[in-house]
T-cell receptor, first 117, second 114 residues
C-alpha cells in the first residue's frame, strides 16, 4: 500500500533556530500534501495544504512566514519551522491523498515530535 | 458547519466486548467518511471508510454504520482486544477552492481491559 515516510521522528532544537521536516511518498506520486499539527490529547489541526509546483495554502491563523512549506517534487514535501519557540513544540504530521486497497484514501506519515527548548 | 462531533471522549471496554464510537456532522457536502486509529507517538492509520450512498460497511471486526438522514455515523469494534487500545478519530471530506480536505472529530481514547 501507499507509504508516506516522515523524518525525523523526533527533534529537539534551541529556541530561535529552524527545523526542517520531510515527507516523502515512497510508492506513489503525491501532488498534494497536507500538514497537520496535533497537541497532546487533541485532534489533528490542518495547518496548510501544498500542491506540487505551487504555493501552499495556509489555514486561518497559521503564520506562513513561520511555517515554510516547499513541495518541489511529486514525492517530497517539506515543512520548515523558522525561528522556533517553545510554543511551537507539538506533533507535526503530513498526509497525502492515495489509494488503499484500490479505493481513495489519505495516507499519513508517522509524525514528528518537535520540542523547542 | 465544518465540524464533526465525536463521542465519547473516552471509552473503557472489557476484552471481547463491543466498542461503539459515534460521530455527527452538519455539512451535507461531506462525501467520504474515514475512521483512523492512532497509537501514541504515531501517525493516524486508516481503519475503514464509507461513502454516504452506503449504510453499512464491514471489514473484519470493524463496522461503520452510516445514517445519512440523521447525519451520523459510527464505528463498531467487535470482540475488542487489548491491542485495540488507541485513540480513534472519525473524519469527513469536503472540497474547498484549494482542493479536498479532511475534518476530524475530537477523538476517542479507547481502553480495552484484559
Amino acid at each position: 500500500g501507499a507509504v508516506v515516510s516522515q523524518h525525523p521522528s523526533w527533534v529537539i532544537c534551541k529556541s530561535g533556530t529552524s527545523v526542517k521536516i520531510e515527507c516523502r511518498s515512497l510508492d506513489f506520486q503525491a501532488t498534494t500534501m497536507f500538514w497537520y499539527r496535533q497537541f497532546p490529547k487533541q485532534s489533528l489541526m490542518l495547518m496548510a495544504t501544498s500542491n506540487e509546483g505551487s504555493k501552499a495554502t495556509y489555514e486561518q491563523g497559521v503564520e506562513k512566514d513561520k511555517f515554510l512549506i516547499n513541495h518541489a517534487s511529486l514525492t517530497l514535501s517539506t515543512l520548515t519551522v523558522t525561528s522556533a519557540h517553545p510554543e511551537d513544540s507539538s506533533f507535526y504530521i503530513c498526509s497525502a491523498p492515495s489509494l488503499h486497497r484500490g479505493f481513495e484514501s489519505y495516507t499519513f506519515g508517522s509524525g514528528t515530535r518537535l520540542t523547542v527548548v | 458547519q465544518q465540524q464533526v462531533k465525536q463521542s465519547p471522549q473516552s471509552l473503557i471496554v472489557q476484552k471481547g466486548g463491543i466498542s461503539i464510537i459515534n460521530c455527527a456532522y452538519e455539512n451535507t457536502a461531506f462525501d467520504y467518511f474515514p475512521w483512523y486509529q492512532q497509537f501514541p507517538g504515531k501517525g493516524p492509520a486508516l481503519l475503514i471508510a464509507i461513502r454516504p450512498d452506503v449504510s453499512e460497511k464491514k471489514e473484519g471486526r470493524f463496522t461503520i454504520s452510516f445514517n445519512k438522514s440523521a447525519k451520523q455515523f459510527s464505528l463498531h469494534i467487535m470482540d475488542s482486544q487489548p491491542g485495540d487500545s488507541a485513540t480513534y478519530f472519525c473524519a469527513a471530506r469536503s472540497y474547498e477552492t484549494s482542493g479536498s480536505r479532511l475534518t476530524f472529530g475530537e477523538g476517542t481514547q479507547l481502553t480495552v481491559n484484559p
